[in-house]
């Protein structure tokens, strides 16, 4: 699986951004998530979204803000960002895991093994 995020960059604070993530055709049978990473801590889960779509999940610390979606004719997954905080700033990484739903680690906000990962995308949010 090959996963590639982008939209990253510096945004104020209350401002709003759109990560993508374009992945390989084999990805479109994954359940997907994005995880983030601020400097000196540890990698952590953000949202998550089943094959078709249908269902999602959320950190508290995004929960009404954050939006993960996906369109599987274009093997890509996106995350809106809305009302960002500095404390969103971070790495951004986008991932794969060929479980099923009830399976996978995503559904409970966490990673394992078996995740694929792409390269990060920054996102800085000024105070």
């Known amino acids: 699986v090959q996963l590639q995020a982008s939209g990253g960059g510096l945004v104020q604070a209350g401002g709003s951004l759109r990560l993508s993530c374009a992945a390989s055709?084999?990805?479109?049978?994954?359940?997907m998530g994005w995880f983030r990473q601020a400097p000196g801590k540890e990698r952590e889960f953000v949202a998550a979204?089943?094959?078709?779509?249908?269902?999602?999940f959320y950190a508290d610390s995004v929960k009404g803000r954050f939006t993960i979606s996906r369109d599987n004719t274009k093997s890509t997954v996106y995350l809106q960002m809305t009302s960002l905080k500095s404390e969103d700033t971070a790495v951004y990484y986008c991932?794969?895991?060929?479980?099923?739903?009830?399976?996978?680690?995503?559904?409970?906000?966490?990673?394992?093994?078996?995740?694929?990962w792409g390269k990060g995308t920054l996102v800085t949010v000024s105070s």
């Open positions: 991932a794969a895991d060929s479980s099923s739903w009830v399976r996978s680690p995503f559904s409970r906000g966490n990673y394992g093994p078996r995740t694929d």
């Open positions: 055709k084999r990805a479109v049978s994954n359940v």
């Open positions: 979204i089943n094959r078709p779509g249908q269902i999602t």
